[in-house]
């Protein structure tokens, strides 16, 4: 069994289920995760101590900070663009379900800059089609990022959610870092699948699966056909080597040449 992937095997249960410790299990990726499938009524709150994340992946909530409110409806992670809520350690906030059922995903970690709260809505974070007009389309894939080095300096944490089509690769051409960074999946529809390359090794990735990737390990992946594969990705700076353009990702120098537009491929020649 790898220990570098949970297997869900079906729906997670009803209440807050941590996939990952900074204190326990997973302590390598240096931060909290949790996913919260939340009923109606059901209250999820952070006084204070960490910088914390918590991203909207469906339902109705009302989140809650310095003060503020902010109702959200997300029918799915496929169709509608997120909602996250990002807050450092001074910060209290509180999500609240309004629809019958919701599912929040958490990420926290230590951080000793205050930075205040950001609420990032949809029209935040468009959709990216990376790799749109390269390879043949075979990795074209939907890229949001909902926060990273660029618009938050001062964060520990980034986060963002790739949707990759069916038959087509996603977090390709190849590349490392040596930031851990954690995935959590959702296919639709669910009963579906993809692979994941981890370093030398390869996973089934399938609803609900959390996969756990550590420093300097490659991590492409693939979709299979008819689904879409759907994953958070949640990565933790490193004091001294954040997470941030042109430095990373490192993209493996014998594949970098079919992001070149003008390459040519096995085919090509017959045309």
Not at 50 to 63: N, R, S, T
Not at 140 to 168: C, M, Q, W
Not at 226 to 242: Q, V
Request: negative net charge; charged residues 20%.
């Amino acid at each position: 069994m790898n220990e570098n992937i949970i297997k869900a095997h079906g729906a997670h249960p009803f209440g807050l289920t941590w996939m990952s410790r900074m204190d326990g299990a997973h302590a390598d990726m240096l931060m909290d995760f949790g996913v919260y499938r939340m009923k109606k009524g059901d209250v999820y709150e952070e006084a204070g101590s960490l910088e914390k994340a918590v991203l909207l992946v469906y339902g109705e909530v009302e989140f809650a900070w310095n003060g503020q409110t902010h109702c959200e409806n997300r029918a799915n992670c496929f169709d509608v663009p997120p909602t996250a809520l990002h807050a450092d350690e001074v910060t209290g906030i509180r999500v609240t379900c309004l629809s019958e059922e919701a599912e929040i995903n958490i990420l926290r970690t230590d951080n000793p800059r205050h930075f205040g709260s950001r609420l990032y809505l949809p029209s935040d974070t468009p959709d990216e089609f990376r790799g749109a007009g390269l390879m043949r389309e075979t990795s074209t894939r939907i890229v949001r990022t909902i926060f990273d080095y660029s618009n938050a300096p001062e964060a520990n944490l980034v986060l963002g959610e790739v949707i990759g089509f069916p038959g087509k690769w996603s977090s390709y051409p190849p590349h490392h870092h040596p930031q851990p960074e954690i995935y959590y999946y959702k296919t639709n529809p669910e009963n579906g699948f993809g692979y994941g390359e981890l370093g030398d090794e390869v996973v089934k990735v399938q609803n609900n699966d959390t996969v756990f990737i550590e420093p300097g390990l490659t991590h492409p992946h693939c979709t299979a056909p008819g689904y879409a594969l759907w994953y958070l990705w949640a990565i933790r700076h490193l004091d001294g080597t954040p997470y941030k353009q042109p430095e990373y990702p490192v993209f493996l120098p014998e594949h970098l040449w079919v992001m070149d537009k003008d390459s040519v491929y096995f085919g090509d020649q017959a045309k």
